[in-house]
């Protein structure tokens, strides 16, 4: 049932005030040997996925800061994201991050999972950058301080 603890999650980590998608309403049917889970969410409008910011052009420093404080904020909340990368990172106006797609995603004691996260999130910016222009160990410099700020 992990749409019901997906749909948990993200309703704890809204009312905690994270920028995460509001959770509506989650569905489990079990068919036989197999069954099907559906989780619907509130679209998180004008944002779009920092793997297709990356396909338009370089991040500003900035920009790499708000993910690093972002990603930050989850963690200071004890919020292990099991696939955290690119496509799961939405950039908005003015600045804004949001994270998506909490599948798996939990609540847990700080700890090693921590550095697993980023480096997860480093090795997907790594193998998506099309540029060697897009993602650079100056991009990953200014995440690490906008994580390391906040």
Not at 16 to 42: H, M, N
Not at 51 to 70: E, F
Request: hydrophobic share 45%.
């Amino acid at each position: 049932m992990r749409s019901f603890a997906e749909w948990r999650l993200l309703l704890e980590l809204s009312h905690r005030g994270l920028s995460v998608p509001q959770p509506v309403a989650a569905f489990y049917r079990r068919e036989k040997l197999t069954y099907r889970c559906d989780l619907i969410t509130v679209r998180i409008a004008h944002t779009q996925p920092l793997s297709a910011a990356l396909g338009a052009g370089p991040l500003a420093a900035s920009g790499w800061r708000a993910i690093g404080a972002a990603i930050a904020r989850l963690h200071r909340e004890g919020v292990d994201h099991a696939d955290l990368n690119a496509h799961n990172i939405l950039l908005g106006p003015g600045g804004s991050v949001s994270v998506i797609d909490f599948d798996r995603g939990r609540v847990r004691e700080p700890g090693a999972w921590m550095a697993r996260n980023l480096e997860r999130l480093k090795h997907s910016l790594e193998k998506i950058s099309l540029s060697p222009d897009r993602f650079t160990p100056a991009s990953w410099s200014e995440l690490l301080a906008g994580y390391q700020a906040s």
